[in-house]
Every structure is written in structure tokens, then in C-alpha cells.
């Protein structure tokens, strides 16, 4: 694996992984003349790159960024994606003894792109600590992954084309189940599989690689329970949107998916799978008593009180 140049706060280089700066960051060696140590002397400097606005919201920040390589300007211009996620104080707190998450995605699609499935391609990441060690704010940059949609984009434009048909569902859904499978089989778990954070071809009329994105909680789970939760909640959320139609077309994106995707990777059965599987897609749809008494207090608590709603944000126990 190639090694990356890592920058500390001071300005001085080194290889491999800064542990004791307060702020850092890393480049990957291929990118290195993308973001030159000239004119990115600190990590503060890539939080004002300018780009097109991709998603902006209260703790996350996404660009579209253009840079050249400084020392073969004439390749042209390349396409980045800077994300940035920013800590208020109450979320804060529990980043202590934790990597950060840009850092969690940077190493998972390195990860991911090492055993050949697709994803973003990382470029480099970096994190700002507060005198605590608490992460104060946190990027990634990945390469711009052109020429495509999301699922749920995909899935939304055949439906308004009229094209869309079970053949077209079965394609993508057996190369989900395909690529579940082999990630599951080595306890790899995703857990932001949402339709929107899975690209397609944006071309209807062809089938394509599939490219998984924002994977900021991405992790190797190898104790047995907490890896069949964890395998439920990957096939879960990537259902709960796509039945929510209850179409002839969703039921065949399941069914291809199961067929590609069992044997159960993990040993615990196709019936129990696809058990828990469907309590985490009734859960994503607040179909469950639980869910939707936490969906109605955390609607509550957000117009009522903005400091008791970031409570129960910081002792929330799942994601998203």
C-alpha cells in the first residue's frame, strides 16, 4: 500500500500517522500534486476551498471541488468531493476515544477499493481536535465518480420514464446481493446503505458498476450477535425505501437480492436473515411501536428545545 504524506498543524511532514498534533491531515501519495504542501501549509486551509455546493447542513458540508496537478497542469482538471463534518459542543463529547468519522471512511473505502468493489475513490482526510482531544471538526476528500446517480435518483427517473421493469430491478439488486455477501462474509458492515448513498450509470439503457458512498461508519464487526444486528441493519435500510412503494418491482429487487445474496454469509440461516432483516425495514419506515414513539419525541423535542434535543442525539445508541 502506498504511503501517505501526512501534514501537522506546524507544517512539518512526515509518513505514516500523526498522533500527537492537534490538527492533521493526510494525502494520498497519488494526489499529493493535487494539494501541494505549498499552498496547503495547515489543515485549516482545505475548510476554505471554494467549490460547487453539493449538500449543506447544520454539521455537514459538501463541495464539488476543481484542481489541476501542479506538476503536470497540462492533464487537465479533476473533480473532488470535500466533505466536512463539524462537532458541536454535545456531539463533541463522545469523540474522545474515537478516530474521526472522516477518518473511519477514508480507511473503510480504501478498504473497499484494496478487495476491488466499487466506491469512491479516497484522496485524503483530515481532523482538528479541541484541547480535550475532542474532534472539532473533520474532512475527506474523494475523487468525483462521474457519469452517475444514485439508487433512489435511478429509481425515481425509470419510474417517470415508465421503463422501469423487473429485469432492470433484478440487475442491480443481484449485484447488491453479490457484493452484501462478500463484505458480510468477512464481517464488513456498511451501515449507511441508504438508496441515495449507492451510485448507478446514469444511463438507463445500460447496466454499470455499482459505487458505494458516504460510508463514514463502516467497520469490521467479528463478535457473532453483534455482526447478525449489523447484517440486518445493512439489507434493512437499504429496503426500507424501496418497498415503501409495495410495487411487483420491489418484490423482485428482494427476491434477487436474497438469491444472490444467501447462503447466509454469517451461518445463522436464510429464514432468521430475512427475519431480522425485516424488523430493520419496518424500523427505517417507523412501522414499529418503538420507532415511532422515538420518531414522535425526537419530532417533539426539536421544536421544543434545540439543548434537550442534542441530548438525546448524544445518548442515541444507532445511526443515522
Not at 463522545?94 to 473505502?109: D, N, P, V, W
Not at 478487495?115 to 479541541?130: L, N, S, W
Amino acid at each position: 500500500m502506498k504511503k501517505l504524506s501526512v501534514h501537522l498543524s506546524d507544517g512539518s511532514t512526515a509518513f505514516g500517522l500523526a498522533t500527537s498534533s492537534r490538527s492533521r491531515y493526510e494525502i494520498a501519495e497519488a494526489f499529493a500534486s493535487y494539494f501541494p504542501l505549498a499552498e496547503f501549509p495547515h489543515y485549516g486551509v482545505f475548510l476554505s476551498i471554494l467549490g460547487s455546493s453539493l449538500k449543506r447542513e447544520r454539521r455537514t458540508i459538501v463541495t464539488n471541488i476543481q484542481r489541476s496537478p501542479q506538476s503536470s497542469p497540462g492533464d487537465g482538471v479533476s473533480s473532488f468531493v470535500l466533505k466536512v463534518y463539524k462537532y458541536p459542543f454535545f456531539q463533541r463529547i463522545r469523540t474522545g476515544l474515537q478516530i474521526s468519522k472522516a477518518e473511519r471512511e477514508f480507511r473503510s473505502l480504501q478498504y473497499l477499493n484494496r478487495i476491488g468493489v466499487g466506491a469512491a475513490q479516497p484522496v485524503g482526510y483530515g481532523v482538528e481536535r479541541d484541547s480535550f482531544g475532542f474532534v472539532r471538526s473533520c474532512f475527506i476528500i474523494t475523487r468525483f465518480i462521474d457519469d452517475s446517480i444514485n439508487l433512489s435518483q435511478w429509481y425515481a427517473e425509470l419510474k417517470r420514464q415508465e421503463k422501469l421493469d423487473g429485469k432492470r430491478m433484478a440487475e442491480v439488486f443481484t449485484q447488491l446481493g453479490q457484493v452484501f455477501h462478500r463484505l458480510h462474509q468477512a464481517h464488513f458492515f456498511l451501515f449507511t446503505t441508504k438508496p441515495k448513498n449507492i451510485l448507478v450509470p446514469d444511463d438507463l439503457n445500460r447496466a454499470g458498476e455499482i459505487f458505494f458512498i458516504d460510508i463514514p461508519y463502516a467497520r469490521t464487526l467479528k463478535w457473532r450477535m453483534l455482526a447478525r444486528w449489523a447484517q440486518a441493519r445493512d439489507i434493512g435500510v437499504l429496503f426500507g425505501n424501496v418497498t415503501a412503494s409495495q410495487s411487483d418491482t420491489a418484490d423482485t429487487a428482494i427476491e434477487s437480492f436474497y438469491r444472490a445474496y444467501l447462503p447466509d454469509p454469517l451461518g445463522f440461516g436464510s429464514k432468521a436473515v430475512k427475519r431480522y432483516a425485516l424488523r430493520q425495514m419496518q424500523a427505517k419506515q417507523n412501522r414499529t411501536l418503538i420507532s415511532r414513539w422515538v420518531h414522535d419525541i425526537k419530532r417533539w423535542l426539536a421544536g421544543k428545545s434545540t439543548r434537550i434535543a442534542a441530548f438525546l442525539i448524544l445518548t442515541e445508541i444507532t445511526y443515522g
